[in-house]
């Protein structure tokens, strides 16, 4: 299997540097910094096989600088899309290129700011709170609702179902360990030594609040309001009805038993007038059609106008013929 990169998309360097008291201290707690490491790998990792799946592999290069005030960390991400599966891509299949990546998780921007668009975002404006519930907005967004105070965010999917995957928040969780750790007071995303986001000891609590409270609700799917369908069909009546009052009346509608609601017809008071429904009377009309809510609901029928009427066929009632009565012997004179 052949390999081959994504050109100047599949490559993307950016900084981290963690801000300390001290400006010419570039010393960091060795565990502190060997799980940050480790968490910037996994995050970028994880945010790859969940928005690519197996199209695309990513490597995570880190070389140390110690000529800035703080101790800062280059990094390289070199992302590589596989040639073999390139041209069965479609635009509903493309590959979410390194900058991309970088920016849903928000170590290139997304973060600061009043637009929420990153994981580290979305963790920061959640602040550990419970959310209510989750529901689709349009084909790629969601709208999050948080549980008591009404707050509602609009967000992307992918970023949301990464925010909240419990690998994702380990990482996290792992990549603010200096902060966490009292090592550094702030950390700052940067591109050619210009910082595109901040994250303060305020901002790494609400996140770390956030990772806390672990994976809130997964989403709800948003069935959408079944519109109703006027059809022209052919029903036969399958239960007789002898209650001019009844607004449901059973059909057979397609080999199917249904129950139409006859309301807004005069169906019921004209079977009164012929004197009776009857099973297989035949009945063309104009039905409103509205599909069940639930996948496992029945839809609704309602007719709205009488097309035309056949009565069924029936059997014809011949009169008996009278038994001839035998005769009987005459009984002989004595």
């Avoid at 940050?36 to 592999?57: C, D, F, H, P, W």
């Avoid at 290129?97 to 973060?111: E, F, M, R, S």
């Avoid at 799917?221 to 449901?248: C, G, I």
């Avoid at 009776?276 to 809510?293: A, M």
Wanted: aromatic share 6%.
């Amino acid at each position: 299997m052949v390999d081959s990169t994504t050109g100047d998309g599949g490559r993307r360097k950016f900084q981290v540097a963690y801000i300390g008291e001290n400006p010419d201290d570039h010393t960091i707690d060795a565990d502190a910094l060997g799980a940050a490491l480790v968490g910037y790998a996994q995050l970028i990792r994880i945010a790859n096989m969940e928005l690519n799946k197996n199209r695309a592999t990513v490597k995570l290069l880190v070389e140390s600088d110690f000529e800035h005030k703080c101790f800062n960390i280059n990094f390289e991400l070199i992302q590589t899309v596989l040639d073999t599966i390139r041209t069965f891509l479609d635009d509903k299949e493309a590959v979410a290129n390194a900058t991309a990546l970088l920016t849903k998780i928000g170590v290139i921007g997304g973060v600061a700011g009043g637009a929420v668009a990153s994981v580290f975002g979305y963790l920061k404006w959640k602040k550990g709170r419970m959310v209510e519930k989750v529901e689709n907005s349009g084909s790629n967004n969601v709208i999050v609702h948080i549980h008591g105070d009404g707050n509602t965010l609009n967000l992307a999917k992918d970023v949301y179902q990464l925010a909240e995957n419990s690998q994702v928040l380990a990482a996290v969780d792992a990549a603010l360990a200096p902060v966490v750790n009292k090592e550094a007071k702030r950390v700052e995303f940067r591109q050619d030594d210009r910082p595109l986001a901040v994250l303060d000891e305020n901002d790494v609590k609400a996140i770390e609040a956030s990772v806390s409270a672990g994976p809130s609700l997964t989403l709800t799917p948003t069935v959408p309001d079944p519109s109703p369908q006027t059809v022209t069909a052919t029903l036969h009546v399958y239960s007789p009805v002898f209650d001019v009052k009844a607004p449901m009346w059973r059909f057979l509608y397609r080999n199917k038993p249904i129950y139409a609601d006859i309301s807004d017809t005069d169906i019921a008071r004209d079977a009164v007038k012929r004197g009776g429904s009857f099973r297989n009377d035949r009945y063309r009309v104009k039905v409103e059609v509205t599909p069940p809510k639930k996948p496992d609901g029945d839809a609704h029928y309602k007719i709205i106008q009488v097309l035309d009427f056949t009565p069924a066929e029936q059997q014809i009632t011949m009169p008996l013929k009278k038994p001839r009565k035998k005769r009987g012997s005459r009984s002989a004179k004595a």
